[in-house]
């Protein structure tokens, strides 16, 4: 009796393993660029550490070219969730694109503005006369750039701005070709270590753009809410380990891209910016602001980047965002 037990146990058991591992559903996921930046931490580290197995989800990231080409693949129908920057949808929407944020990684944006402490630029009207590098014109950060001039009561005309690519932003910089450059933490930490001294433009300075977001097409929202759920919380969990321990996050990450071991100190230091200035102590992790994206929404508009006039219920939704749940 206790052999034909165990071996209805055993077969249960084997046919309980066998359904959950059929539950797991294959997801695609569009990156704006190879996973392999520590941009991505939160995806990274996410997937590293089981998060997306433990929803039943088996991602799978391929980069694309770009946020706005993130956008155009999932409104195609070729993957039904990715990233870019939160400021993506209005600029794709106006050309009838149907895909929205589910979540916006960060309450500050993602743009930062560093200068040489050397030139004792301390605020964005030091900026007049002087040269900035950015990745490129139709970057996001490049137009967080020139709404932060706006702001300050300056024109594009006022500075002298070159695009350098993803490399030459932060090494044109730190070879003194250029004042200041307008990107990512991640550039930042770059001009650092190459005994570049940084001074940071106050955020309060730097226009209200927005910080990473997850994008989702409207027919998934609609019809597989439960795996864009599923992606939106297995990756705020991965944002939420970056917050609590910047250290122990970069150790996992330099596991997880084998490119980075032995860089753990470097990448502690732009995981700290990221805390600092880009998640900065966001309420509730990945929730939207409405007004934050209303603003960013009408400067695109004001500037002529987008045609025609999104309308702001139609670029998010935070339906997946688990309000109760504040940041740490």
Known sequence: MFKILMKTFSCAAGLSLALSAQAATDVTYLLPAPPNSPAFAPWVIAKEKGYYTQKDLNLTFI??????????????????????????????????????????????????????????????????????????????????????????????????????????????FSANKSQAMAGVPDWVTNAEEADTPIKLIPQEQIFESMAQSIMASDDAIKNHPEIIRGVVQATLQGMRDIIEDPRAAAVTFAKAVPAYAGKEDS???TFKL???????????????????????????????????????????????????????
Do not use: C
């Open 63 to 172: 980069a694309a070219k770009g946020g706005v080409d993130v956008a155009k693949q999932i409104g195609a129908g070729n993957a039904m969730i990715g990233g870019a920057i939160g400021d993506t949808p209005i600029v794709v929407r106006a050309n009838g694109i149907p895909v929205r944020n589910v979540a916006v990684l960060g309450a500050g944006g993602v743009t930062m503005i560093a200068t040489n402490a050397r030139d004792n630029i301390h605020s964005i009207s030091d900026l007049k006369g002087k040269t900035l590098t950015v990745m490129s014109y139709s970057d996001t950060t490049y137009y967080a750039l020139l709404a932060s001039l706006r702001k300050a009561g300056l024109s594009k005309s006022d500075v002298n701005v070159q695009a350098a690519g993803p490399s030459g932003v932060w090494q044109l």
């Open 267 to 269: 990448l502690e230091k």
């Open 274 to 328: 990221y805390v600092e200035h880009v998640y900065a102590k966001q309420a509730v992790l990945g929730r939207i602001d409405p007004a934050r994206l209303e603003k960013v929404r009408q400067f695109y508009v004001s500037e002529g980047i987008v045609s025609q006039e999104p309308k702001l219920d139609d670029l998010y939704t935070n339906q997946f965002i688990e309000t109760t749940t504040a940041a740490n």
